[in-house]
């Protein structure tokens, strides 16, 4: 069995074996992590899957009282430790922008409380004075990360152009090489703004269907002349994810989609012998 769970409304969604528990929707359970266990919301109940769940980590428990007491504490901590970083940051006069901030009460590994502020920066910054200032008004250990444009969206979180949550921020776990050659494959407009994501960077979802259109050898090419059920017609377009493709009529001069089969010998060939 499966569920999955969220440390923020929206946020990336984390599978993990129930064990022994139940958890429905809404319950707030306790997960583990390197710095403990952390409380997290259930946003998907438990139910049986079709894959083997030995490598998932299990839910340590359902969360108490004195856990939910503890994760309100964690989060007013969080809250103060960002206005206090946006405050010294600008008294510093340094070009970063706080993107998130994480807190782990004491004791931990290392000793006390300890709160992380991940940041972007156009270059290299020295923060050295900014660390000694923000330690001595947290009253903790401090460290400052420093986060690349697609990690930034990624802890963010934001609606990508399709109008659905950013694939970084919810299931996409390791950031891929993405090329511009993946665009002119699929015969999208090169037009930066068209095809970068949230991050400024070339949107994650151009290798989705790519290798649709690495393998479409046997797609007759824009332009090209080729014979349709109406008559003979000249390619305006293809469209490897439905094989189909989208044809100017000669004659006429209307335009419509075909399938692959009606226009492509090869695969009219194919279609037959397997038929």
């Known amino acids: 069995m499966l569920c999955a769970v969220s440390f923020n409304r929206y946020g990336r969604l984390y599978y993990l074996d129930p064990g022994e528990l139940n958890p429905q929707v809404g319950d707030k359970v306790l997960v583990p992590t390197d710095d403990g266990p952390e409380v997290a919301e259930c946003v998907w109940a438990a139910q049986w899957v ?8 299990k839910l340590v428990g359902l969360a108490r009282e004195d856990d939910l007491r503890r994760d309100e504490t964690l989060r007013r901590r969080k809250a103060d430790a960002k206005v206090a970083a946006k405050r010294l940051i600008r008294e510093h006069g340094l070009p970063m922008k706080v993107v998130a901030v994480d807190h782990v009460l004491g004791p931990a590994e290392g000793g006390g409380e300890r709160t992380t502020v991940y940041f972007t920066a156009p270059h290299r910054v020295d923060f050295r004075s900014l660390v000694r200032d923000l330690g001595a008004t947290l009253h903790c250990r401090v460290e400052l990360r420093q986060l690349s444009a697609r990690d930034s969206a990624r802890v963010q979180g934001g609606i990508g152009s399709c109008g659905r ?10 950031f891929e090489p993405v090329t511009i050659r993946m665009a002119k494959d699929q015969d999208l407009p090169l037009n930066p703004l068209r095809i970068s994501g949230a991050c400024g960077r070339l949107m994650c979802c151009l290798k989705y269907e790519h290798p649709l259109y690495a393998e479409s050898g046997s797609y007759p090419s824009p332009g090209q002349r080729i014979e349709t059920p109406d008559g003979l017609g000249k390619v305006v377009s293809r469209h490897p994810p439905s094989e189909t493709v989208t044809v100017r009529q000669i004659s006429g001069g209307e335009t419509k989609r075909c399938s692959l089969s009606d226009v492509c010998g090869s695969r009219r060939a194919y279609d037959s012998g397997t038929s």
């Open 50 to 57: 079709g894959e083997d769940t030995d490598g998932f980590p």
């Open 165 to 174: 949550d950013l694939c970084c921020a919810t299931f996409l776990k390791d």
